[in-house]
């Protein structure tokens, strides 16, 4: 594998609720991905009226922005600071609850219905729970998940998509020698062998 040192390393679910609560969100886009503005006729295919999924959607403004636009948007964050800063920042009320199928996980939806933004590990959803999806937006998902991780959030990201989804990935590129990850560097290779 070409991902050098990367291979083994290993970022806690702790470590991510630590830099949302330090502050230490240099992933967070304040404006939106200019790639998703670039590209949102790749995703969106001329159809409107899309669920779409964000995976680890942290706080992204780009949830409003679909949903302003008559999307559907579900999103996953371990981060339920992260969650409820999303909502605050934008100043959308909402309501949470309990998921019955997922012991400790809350789901908070905007009362208009159209954000419903789960709380718990990524790997805890399935079809049977949040549904399928007609397009995904993984800004910072694939290139945050741990190396030892990947297939399994590859095999998962799948089953959650409908036949005629698009997937918008980003990831970064850089030698993953000189720095240690997150983001790490996924090369376009595995990007293949993981998605077919």
Not at 15 to 31: I, S
Not at 165 to 185: A, E, I, R
Request: glycine letters at 8%; charged letters at 20%.
């Amino acid at each position: 594998s070409d991902i050098g040192s990367q291979k083994n390393r290993v970022v806690t679910e702790e470590e991510w609720l630590q830099k949302w609560a330090m502050g230490n969100t240099g992933f967070h886009k304040e404006r939106g991905h200019p790639l998703l503005q670039k590209y949102l006729d790749v995703l969106l295919s001329g159809r409107n009226g899309l669920r779409i999924f964000f995976p680890l959607c942290g706080k992204a403004v780009e949830m409003k922005w679909l949903a302003d636009m008559g999307h559907n948007v579900v999103g996953v964050e371990v981060s339920e600071q992260a969650l409820k800063e999303f909502f605050a920042e934008h100043s959308l009320p909402y309501c949470e609850e309990p998921v019955p199928e997922i012991s400790g996980a809350k789901k908070f939806q905007s009362t208009s219905g159209n954000i419903s933004l789960y709380c718990c590990s990524i790997y805890d959803l399935s079809s049977s729970i949040v549904g399928k999806f007609d397009a995904v937006w993984d800004r910072g998902a694939l290139v945050a998940v741990n190396p030892c991780d990947r297939q399994r959030y590859a095999s998962l990201m799948i089953t959650l998509m409908e036949k005629n989804s698009s997937y918008l990935l980003v990831t970064v590129s850089y030698d993953p020698n000189k720095h240690k990850g997150p983001p790490f560097y996924v090369p376009e290779s595995e990007i293949k062998s993981l998605f077919g």
